[in-house]
């Protein structure tokens, strides 16, 4: 694993994001802290009868002092900002804060021991600091300095001291606020890091999070060298175990023998130092199928046939090699533009791929369980789960199509049991009856060969599906134009829009030793 680069100078968009709350955070709580002391100090001396105080110099720039650190809070809370320039909100607010209280110190009775209090308050600011903001423990060092200089100096300039003594305690209470203020930045510091260091796959950094499904979860990556995006994808740390860990890196080796145009690009993979199996692949900036219908509503024949086309156009691939993938759904395919053209579907997530040549391997085929999600299950993936071949994904297929057309799944029911069952042993309303525009019956006779509970009835082959939706006619064949026009009156808002999914759409893992239907 490679190290990151250095967090203090480092420019990219985790880094300064996170630098960013984090200072938005301390101006907000070095303002309150402010702003509650002089609240207080206030009403002691109105309720002394002193409503002078209200208009003396030393409230005003206690007043001033508050809103410097606000603004530093407002600032990094609202605006998008360089690394750079969070850097200088930083230091200027911390430094005119603390420049205001140290001239407010020079205004206050001499009862109030200025000394003490200006010290005081600058020892709580610098320290929240040290504790909300990752800096260098050298650049800490450097600020508490410069502040120090500035305490101690006007201590003997303008305070109303006598003797050496208060600039003495003045000077020794600083260095201590200083030593603490460089061990804290020093520990946080370090620990940003190796948080930093955590995020570093072999040449990939991780930025975003986009996403996380039963075997992983998605981050978008930049690499070290490369400039193409990219993103990643890794086990996440609590569900690590043998079995598990085993079937994710044979999704990896699997799906990275397939060189469909619609199947999603495989670049590296590889294990870190601590054991944590990742893979890079490609970026897909587009919207999974689910996201189309949550937005656009059911889809005309056409397109769903172009996109039936396909993914099984990529299954047909993964079938030849023995690959089934067992989790055909909508939010398993993408659509994105490649090359200029709009509606290019792209087949991720093999995290459930089965072998068909390892099917005696008990361990990675999953005996004695199911998985996929129940929406997309096949009647033989819930009831005969050892004898499931290539045909449960056209039938999964069979069942997006269906959404697609209709917007809702082939069957309902308030549980993940009820569904499966519903596959098993109902029949499906054709897609015609439960939308508004017709469906062509040829193509709808398709969709339903597909949903077939008996697989010898459903199309033989991924490449069979193709070939009756080439032959057939009656459908308008759905092209680029078409393609565009839907993404320029919808692509904003499926950019947009985000929701969770109902818990059926959820993959599942069901152990039928334990839980017959």
Not at 107 to 125: E, F, K, Q, R
Not at 143 to 160: E, M, P, R
């Amino acid at each position: 694993m490679t190290s990151t680069a250095n967090y203090a100078t480092s420019g990219t968009r985790g880094s300064r994001e996170f630098l960013q709350r984090r200072v938005s955070m301390f101006g907000w709580a070095a303002a309150g802290v402010v702003a509650a002391v002089l609240v207080l100090r206030l009403s002691i001396e109105v309720a002394s009868g002193n409503l002078a105080v209200l208009s003396q110099g030393a409230t005003h720039l206690h007043l001033a002092a508050a809103l410097s650190f606000a603004t530093v809070g407002l600032i990094c809370g609202r605006a998008t900002l360089a690394y750079r320039d969070v850097r200088a909100v930083e230091m200027a607010g911390l430094l005119v804060g603390s420049a205001l209280l140290i001239a407010m110190g020079a205004m206050i009775p001499n009862s109030y021991s200025p000394h003490a209090t200006v010290t005081l308050a600058l020892t709580h600011g610098f320290v929240a600091r040290s504790v909300y903001v990752p800096s260098s423990a050298k650049r800490t060092l450097t600020l508490c300095l410069a502040a120090g200089v500035a305490l101690i100096a006007t201590i003997l300039w303008k305070y109303d001291v006598t003797g050496a003594i208060a600039p003495a305690i003045a000077a020794i209470a600083w260095l201590a606020t200083t030593a603490v203020c460089v061990a804290a930045s020093r520990v946080i510091y370090g620990l940003r890091k190796q948080v930093d260091a955590a995020e570093q796959l072999g040449q990939y950094t991780l930025e975003e999070k986009l996403g996380e499904g039963a075997m992983g979860v998605v981050y978008r990556a930049r690499h070290a060298m490369l400039a193409r995006p990219t993103a990643v994808k890794l086990l996440m740390p609590d569900r690590l175990g043998e079995t598990a860990l085993a079937r994710f890196e044979r999704e990896v080796q699997m799906t990275a023998q397939l060189t469909h145009p619609n199947t999603v690009t495989i670049f590296d993979y590889g294990r870190t130092p601590e054991g944590i199996f990742y893979y890079a692949m490609e970026l897909l900036e587009g919207a999974a199928l689910d996201r189309i219908v949550e937005v656009g509503g059911p889809q005309p024949p056409e397109r769903v046939a172009y996109l039936m086309d396909q993914v099984a156009a990529a299954l047909s691939e993964a079938h030849g090699r023995g690959l089934i993938h067992r989790d055909i759904k909508p939010a398993n395919i993408i659509l994105t533009e490649q090359g200029g053209e709009p509606d290019v579907a792209k087949v991720v997530d093999f995290g459930l791929v089965k072998d068909v040549r390892d099917a005696d391997d008990p361990n990675l085929s999953s005996v004695g369980g199911v998985a996929g999600t129940p929406y997309y299950m096949s009647p033989e993936t819930i009831l005969a789960y050892q004898t499931v071949d290539h045909r449960t994904d056209l039938y999964a297929l069979g069942a997006v199509a269906y959404f697609l057309l209709t917007g809702e799944p082939v069957f309902k029911g308030k549980n993940a049991g009820e569904i499966c069952s519903a596959h098993v042993s109902q029949a499906p309303v054709p897609p015609s009856k439960r939308r508004d525009k017709p469906v062509p019956p040829n193509f709808e006779a398709i969709v339903l060969a597909c949903l077939a509970k008996d697989p010898n009835h459903r199309p033989a082959t991924a490449g069979h599906l193709r070939a009756r939706l080439w032959a057939e006619g009656s459908l308008r064949k759905w092209n680029t134009d078409l393609a565009r026009r839907w993404w320029r009156k919808y692509g904003d808002e499926v950019k947009a829009k985000r929701s969770e999914p109902e818990e059926a759409g959820h993959t599942i893992a069901v152990d039928l030793e334990r839980h017959k239907l």
